[in-house]
């Protein structure tokens, strides 16, 4: 086997321009598709992260003007209990403040989460510590020193935003937003409510609206809105654009995969004499076979490879403006397998042709 391998690399660089034109077409159509992939998973899994949400119905909070320096708080503990009247106790409000400690040797990062202890049935007097946030708790990074320290309720993790999110925090009583009032910024406030539990949502949302734009009207801007339909709306020309993309992709792919079958049935011919002599020395169709899959199994997993990272790296460095502002784009390994089965069904198909051509081209009798 180390022989086939050592005879395709040789191969490879005898022919190392038209290998690395393969390569980068094969990486170019690879990084598209594996991008436009991973777009499509973090759409998705936003769709169902809302569909799952009791709490459909959210407030959203804008700085006017995009100003830099906030005047005041856009939302005050006088505020959440104004909208507690309003809705009628039924505002579930979390503020998060990022909180970041350096030491001598090492760097934390955690958020510290205001929340109501009264709707999460939590004791007062006492901060709740995620798994995350032991090592910043244990060399004395405390942002809320006067509370006793717990660790997190494993209720949390079911009923509210999931384990990832608590396993990073610390939560302290809702009461806090008086002292670090200058410390919340407007994009960090999380207010929703479910909208089933009100006989007119339109009215309750207008009402909590008309009291907000009446106490800090001149700085922002507050919107109550339906995130789920507000996804749905928005999301079709998202999903155009990726098909776009995608399609983009499998166009490379097609001329790529047109490319290299040319490309190794020409090589075929230039071969075939040299492969007829192996054969009528004694080697057999498989091994033959074999330095022809190694080849193209090595020229095409090295361009799915680069694709593959590129892609990646597109994933979280590139914003091209497809995707809806506010959703998390991430990497999806199902896109990872998607480019491996590409590679793998075009290597296939590529060796199937070849080993066709070898099967009927009576080598042997040729070289006679």
């Not at 169902?48 to 708080?73: F, S």
């Amino acid at each position: 086997m180390e022989y086939v391998v050592r005879k395709a690399i040789r191969m490879l660089y005898w022919n190392r321009w038209i290998s690395l034109l393969m390569v980068g077409e094969m990486a170019l159509c690879m990084s598209v598709l594996v991008y436009s992939a991973n777009l499509s998973a973090s759409l998705k899994a936003e769709e169902m992260r809302l569909e799952g949400q009791e709490m459909d119905m959210a407030l959203e909070i804008l700085e006017k003007n995009n100003r830099e320096v906030r005047d005041e708080p856009s939302l005050t503990l006088r505020d959440y209990k104004e909208l507690q009247e309003i809705t009628g106790g039924k505002t579930f409000l979390l503020v998060e403040i990022p909180q970041f400690f350096v030491d001598a040797e090492t760097f934390y990062e955690f958020s510290l989460v205001l929340a109501d202890y009264e709707i999460l049935g939590l004791e007062e007097g006492c901060s709740y510590w995620g798994a995350e946030t032991e090592e910043a708790l244990a060399v004395g990074m405390n942002p809320v020193p006067g509370l006793l320290v717990r660790q997190m309720p494993k209720q949390f993790f079911e009923e509210y935003l999931g384990r990832s999110y608590w396993e990073n925090c610390v939560v302290a009583p809702i009461a806090y937003m008086e002292e670090m009032a200058g410390e919340i910024a407007p994009g960090f406030i999380y207010a929703v409510w479910d909208s089933a539990e009100f006989p007119d949502a339109d009215r309750v949302s207008g009402q909590v609206e008309e009291y907000l734009r009446k106490e800090h009207g001149e700085q922002y801007v507050y919107r109550v809105y339906l995130p789920e339909a507000e996804l749905r709306n928005n999301s079709e020309k998202v999903k155009v654009s990726i098909r776009v993309l995608s399609h983009g992709g499998i166009l490379i792919l097609a001329v790529f995969f047109v490319g290299i079958l040319s490309i190794f049935q020409l090589l075929f011919e230039r071969r075939k004499r040299g492969y007829g002599i192996c054969l009528a020395c004694g080697a057999s169709h498989k091994q033959i076979l074999a330095e022809i899959f190694t080849e193209a199994a090595l020229m095409n997993l090295a361009g799915t490879a680069i694709g593959v990272l590129a892609g990646w790296i597109a994933t979280y460095g590139l914003d091209v403006g497809i995707m809806i502002g506010g959703i998390k784009v991430q990497g999806s390994f199902a896109a990872a397998g998607i480019a491996l089965a590409a590679c793998a069904g075009v290597t296939a198909v590529v060796v199937l042709v070849v080993y066709v051509k070898l099967a009927r081209g009576k080598l042997v009798e040729q070289i006679q």
